[in-house]
């Protein structure tokens, strides 16, 4: 008998099939990121718990817009500090940023800020680029966090690691971009990471200090 033509079992028809398929997936395994991964929406809010040395901590941020004559952007800052002191509210800068961010031509920068009050002093040309869109793995960006003196030695090193599923207290979010956070300084690094999930932003957050924060509801309003 020929054997070109032995017929085929159905089983080797099946393993090429399923090759073929992998095959076809390639291209998408290491595809771009293109949703939005950090969405500056005035007036969102994200509620997030954190657990530390057997200790747990409840925050909410709010997301404020800042426009003047000088510059546009976005802060976050804890919901009942803002309430009550107002201008004098500390920002809420550990957003693995420096306090203050924008948007433009695809890229997410941020600016050193501390208080809302120093918001009318900043210049422009203080914005450093945070995160480059799509979010492509291996993407790497380097903050200096120069504002005052004993910060000029900080550098904030910024890794797109991966894309996961995250679980948190409020659901599970696919595709969520994995940040290492890099704080190095010329005597020591700390690291932490950061989720983000498309079109909502932080979900879940491992510190440098070892706090682990986790987002339990958000409200994003409609534009």
Same mark, same amino acid.
């Given at each position: 008998?020929?054997?070109?033509?032995?017929? @085929?079992?159905?089983?080797?028809?099946?393993?090429?099939?399923?090759?073929?398929?992998?095959?076809?997936? %390639?291209?998408? &395994?290491?595809?771009?990121?293109?949703?939005?991964?950090?969405?500056?929406?005035?007036?969102?809010?994200?509620?997030?718990?954190?657990? #530390? @040395?057997?200790?747990?901590?409840?925050?909410?941020?709010?997301?404020?817009?800042? /426009?003047?004559? %000088?510059?546009?952007?976005?802060?976050?800052?804890?919901? !009942?500090? #803002?309430?009550?002191?107002?201008?004098?509210?500390?920002?809420?800068?550990?957003?693995?940023?420096?306090?203050?961010?924008?948007?433009?031509? *695809?890229?997410?920068?941020?600016? @050193?800020?501390?208080?809302?009050?120093?918001?009318?002093?900043? /210049?422009?040309?203080?914005?450093?680029?945070?995160?480059?869109?799509?979010?492509?793995? +291996?993407?790497?960006? =380097?903050?200096?966090?120069?504002? #005052?003196? *004993?910060? /000029?030695?900080?550098?904030?090193?910024?890794?797109?690691?991966?894309?996961?599923?995250?679980?948190?207290?409020? +659901?599970? #979010?696919? *595709?969520?971009?994995?940040?290492?956070?890099?704080?190095?300084?010329?005597?020591?690094?700390?690291?932490?990471? &950061?989720?983000?999930?498309?079109?909502?932003?932080?979900?879940?957050?491992? @510190?440098?200090?070892?706090?682990? !924060?986790?987002? =339990?509801?958000?409200?994003?309003?409609?534009?």
């Amino acid at each position: 008998m020929n054997i070109n033509n032995r017929k @085929r079992s159905p089983k080797v028809f099946i393993v090429i099939l399923f090759q073929m398929m992998l095959l076809s997936l %390639k291209p998408y &395994a290491n595809a771009d990121k293109n949703g939005d991964y950090f969405p500056l929406v005035d007036n969102s809010s994200y509620t997030y718990r954190g657990h #530390f @040395r057997d200790k747990i901590y409840d925050m909410v941020l709010i997301v404020k817009e800042v /426009s003047n004559r %000088k510059l546009n952007g976005f802060y976050f800052v804890e919901k !009942d500090r #803002f309430e009550k002191l107002s201008s004098h509210a500390s920002i809420y800068a550990n957003m693995f940023g420096l306090g203050l961010y924008s948007k433009e031509n *695809n890229k997410l920068y941020t600016t @050193r800020c501390d208080f809302v009050r120093e918001l009318d002093s900043i /210049s422009p040309s203080e914005k450093q680029t945070m995160l480059t869109f799509p979010l492509k793995k +291996g993407d790497k960006k =380097v903050l200096h966090a120069c504002k #005052f003196v *004993n910060y /000029s030695l900080l550098r904030i090193q910024l890794t797109v690691v991966d894309f996961q599923t995250v679980d948190v207290p409020i +659901g599970t #979010f696919e *595709n969520c971009a994995k940040i290492k956070i890099e704080e190095i300084w010329p005597w020591t690094k700390h690291v932490g990471y &950061a989720w983000l999930a498309e079109n909502i932003g932080l979900v879940k957050w491992i @510190r440098t200090t070892g706090r682990v !924060d986790e987002l =339990v509801s958000f409200v994003i309003p409609k534009n």
